[in-house]
T-cell receptor
Framework: EDQVTQSPEALRLQEGESSSLNCSYT??????LFWYRQDPGKGPEFLFT???AGEEKEKERLKATLTKKESFLHITAPKPEDSATYLCAVQDNNAGNMLTFGGGTRLMVKP | NAGVTQTPKFQVLKTGQSMTLQCAQD?????MSWYRQDPGMGLRLIHY???????DQGEVPNGYNVSRSTTEDFPLRLLSAAPSQTSVYFCASSLAGGASPLHFGNGTRLTVT
């Protein structure tokens, strides 16, 4: 059974204080690992797809990396507008389009 | 481009009542799905469809029905609401096949009293 665990559950940062969010996963065959951002009262918004170990993707202050067991979302010099819940999900080669989600990390960036 | 549209945004039901949550997408996506999101539980898959006329169960299907008569619409029916169905419900769609990202609606917050 596919499993995704995200840590920490919550993270408070000062503006400009860089950090990383962790996503550990277990899957029989990884088709893709997805990162989403979710703002309060909204649906998840797609950020990145990573397909294989060693791959990296960047968007503004966010950088996602992937190993065979985990993914990291690095946030460089965050701003208050980066405050949100960040979700990680995996797609198994044998599961069609189905995603298995982690519980998310709630990020709060204080000015 | 509207993307994925869910209605209503909020709903309060009494135990035993039935209702339908509506979901429509205008991206011509073959794959559509329903998730529920509960504190501490993450997003869990209820039902999904890979095309018109084809539906299947996800992780938590009990108490819910779906149908897919068109590519655009994928309604979720609660047959007899229970307090355990209090949750936020998200509809999502994507292209079928490959590692296609899901596109989510903004959710329906349902309270069952």
């Amino acid at each position: 059974e596919d499993q995704v665990t995200q840590s920490p559950e919550a993270l408070r940062l000062q503006e400009g204080e860089s950090s990383s969010l962790n996503c550990s996963y277990t899957v029989s065959g990884l088709r893709g690992l997805f990162w989403y951002r979710q703002d309060p009262g909204k649906g998840p918004e797609f950020l990145f797809t990573l397909y294989s170990a060693g791959e990296e993707k960047e968007k503004e202050r966010l950088k996602a990396t992937l190993t065979k067991k985990e993914s990291f979302l690095h946030i460089t010099a965050p701003k208050p507008e980066d405050s949100a819940t960040y979700l990680c999900a995996v797609q198994d080669n044998n599961a069609g389009n189905m995603l298995t989600f982690g519980g998310g990390t709630r990020l709060m960036v204080k000015p | 481009n509207a993307g994925v549209t869910q209605t209503p945004k909020f709903q309060v039901l009494k135990t035993g009542q039935s209702m339908t949550l509506q979901c429509a997408q205008d991206m011509n996506h073959e794959y559509m799905s329903w998730y529920r999101q509960d504190p501490g539980m993450g997003l869990r898959l209820i039902h999904y469809s890979v095309g018109a006329g084809i539906t299947d169960q996800g992780e938590v299907p009990n108490g819910y029905n779906v149908s897919r008569s068109t590519t655009e619409d994928f309604p979720l029916r609660l047959l007899s609401a229970a307090p355990s169905q209090t949750s936020v419900y998200f509809c999502a769609s994507s292209l079928a096949g490959g590692a296609s990202p899901l596109h989510f609606g903004n959710g329906t917050r349902l309270t069952v009293t």
